[in-house]
């Protein structure tokens, strides 16, 4: 059974920084697509950022170059590098992974428990 821990979230000032990060454990055969996503009180979960397994990332226009995503392959580890925070960015943060368990073998897709990023103005 995969298991994801998330880290990194807390409060900050606008303008301020935090980097989060959502490790997989278990035993994997691969992951495909990562991504972060985000849901504020009373509005629906929205996508923040993926990366492929080929390191191909996308990001909502709101956090385009405040935001970075990226991977540890190895560590089976996803980032999420937050620069420049204002306050519409505090939300709880999920990391949401595609994962295999075999060559071949079908997709699945794990969310992590959520860690709660607030921005102060």
């Known amino acids: 059974q995969v298991q994801l821990v998330e880290s990194g979230g807390g409060l900050v000032q606008a303008g301020g920084s935090l980097r989060l990060s959502c490790a997989a454990s278990?035993?994997?055969?691969?992951?495909?697509?990562m991504g972060w996503y985000r849901q504020a009180p009373g509005k629906q979960r929205e996508l923040v950022a993926t990366?492929?397994?080929?390191?191909?990332?996308n990001y909502v226009e709101s956090v385009k170059g405040r935001f970075t995503i990226s991977r540890d392959n190895a560590k089976k580890t996803v980032y999420l590098q937050m620069n420049s925070l204002k306050p519409e960015d505090t939300a709880v943060y999920y990391c949401?992974?595609?994962?295999?368990?075999?060559?071949?073998?079908?997709?699945?897709?794990?969310w992590g428990q959520g860690t709660q990023v607030t921005v102060s103005s």
């Open positions: 949401k992974l595609h994962i295999r368990y075999s060559s071949g073998g079908r997709e699945y897709a794990y």
């Open positions: 278990g035993s994997i055969f691969s992951i495909n697509t």
């Open positions: 990366i492929t397994d080929g390191s191909i990332t």
